[in-house]
């Protein structure tokens, strides 16, 4: 691995990468991607890289490496780099995560301006064999999730004609294009389709299934559905909903009209797609909330803010065991995180005053430090045993606790 590590290094000194900052970032992110450990929201599954990274690479390497990714938000480097790069990162961190994604300083390039589509370019295919435009490129309403289980992308196709089918991807081949994990929604033109074939064209479930692409006992199942055989009595399904719709309302008379269509979304659909001005006239008139403006004394608030800050500073302070001082500390002490985090400039007493007495990493881990050192009283004084004390994994100190320790303790003997 170090062997590894030394040749890609080589390879930075000799050759010229152009690649600045967001340039890495949204390559790396594309990699991400593709390795699965970017969410259906678009957030990075932090916990799991986290996890995963370290169990690849072993905590010893790590450690040699000077690069366990510990710490919360900004001081975990690892965190930190596969976000918006607000600083520089040493060249040796951008190596491991390069390796650990599986490419090189030699392949990444390939990945610039590249954007993660597991499925291709849009559009898709219609795969309703029912349609005209059976097998040809016609879908463009695409939603990607992923797995929870396999973490791979799953895609679902929503075509015009009501068909909607999903699968796992990524595609790879042309082949897999053309291959339904599962169909979701049939649709009226798949559904016409079979009451021409079952009543009309009087052939056997058994053609059936062979032509619409199916399961025998699917073609029984949705052929023996009563809706299939009022195809010729349109305008009384049309009725219907509309009485339906209108019972909805009288049901929930205080719902508005987004509220009532998720109460029964095929039902507001299927109205909204044959008769839309019925629709509009026949819904609750949307509310109007009048806002009522309330103007904040922010001078008078920073002062009473300050007060609050104050008496919970002594507060943590006083607690039996060190809790860093911090603009987040004090906010859940407060139950107002988010305004002292949102609000600094309205606040500007209050964030000086925090600003005075808020503790730094070095200046936390001396506290406690000295704190586990004073819970021993007559007992020798052994750094694992301190360290061990006082909090700190053994995992990610990388020296600088030990010379804190012996600093604080020759301090103790002074006195």
Request: proline share 3%; hydrophobic share 35%; glycine share 4%.
């Amino acid at each position: 691995m170090l062997r590894h590590f030394a040749v890609e290094s080589y390879k930075l000194n000799q050759k010229d990468y152009k690649f600045d900052q967001l340039n890495l970032l949204e390559i790396y992110r594309y990699l991400l991607n593709r390795e699965g450990y970017v969410k259906s929201n678009g957030t990075i599954d932090q916990r799991r890289l986290n996890k995963d990274f370290i169990k690849t690479f072993e905590t010893n390497l790590l450690i040699l490496m000077q690069s366990i990714p510990s710490g919360i938000d900004g001081d975990c480097w690892l965190r930190a780099i596969t976000r918006k790069h607000r600083k520089s990162f040493h060249p040796i961190r951008h190596l491991l995560l390069i390796h650990f994604l599986g490419e090189s300083v030699d392949t990444i390039e390939k990945y610039a301006n590249k954007q993660y589509r597991p499925f291709g370019e849009e559009p898709y295919i219609c795969l309703n064999p029912a349609a005209e435009h059976y097998l040809q490129p016609v879908i463009t309403n695409l939603k990607v999730r992923r797995c929870n289980d396999t973490k791979r992308p799953v895609g679902t196709f929503s075509c015009a004609c009501g068909f909607v089918y999903s699968r796992k991807g990524p595609d790879k081949t042309e082949e897999d294009k053309t291959r339904i994990g599962r169909i979701k929604v049939f649709g009226d033109t798949w559904l016409n389709k079979l009451h021409q074939l079952v009543e009309r064209e009087k052939l056997s479930y058994k053609a059936c299934s062979r032509i619409l692409k199916v399961d025998t006992k699917t073609i029984i199942k949705y052929s023996r559905q009563s809706h299939m055989n009022l195809t010729n009595t349109e305008s009384s399904i049309k009725s219907d909903l509309k009485q339906k719709w209108l019972d909805l309302i009288n049901q929930y008379p205080t719902l508005s009209r987004t509220e009532l269509r998720k109460k029964d979304p095929s039902l507001y659909m299927r109205i909204y797609r044959n008769d839309k001005e019925w629709l509009k006239k026949h819904s609750p008139v949307a509310k109007v909330n009048s806002v009522t403006n309330k103007r904040v004394d922010w001078v008078q608030r920073d002062l009473h803010i300050l007060g609050m800050v104050k008496k919970a500073v002594e507060d943590i302070s006083a607690k039996e065991k060190p809790v860093r001082i911090t603009v987040s500390s004090i906010g859940k002490m407060i139950n107002n995180k988010s305004l002292l985090e949102k609000k600094v400039d309205k606040l500007p007493n209050t964030m000086k005053y925090i600003e005075s007495v808020k503790e730094d990493t070095t200046n936390f881990q001396k506290r406690r430090i000295s704190w586990a050192i004073d819970q021993f009283k007559d007992e020798e004084l052994e750094v694992w045993k301190i360290i061990r004390k006082a909090g700190i994994s053994e995992r990610f100190y990388l020296g600088l606790e030990i010379e804190i320790i012996r600093q604080i303790i020759s301090e103790k003997q002074k006195l």
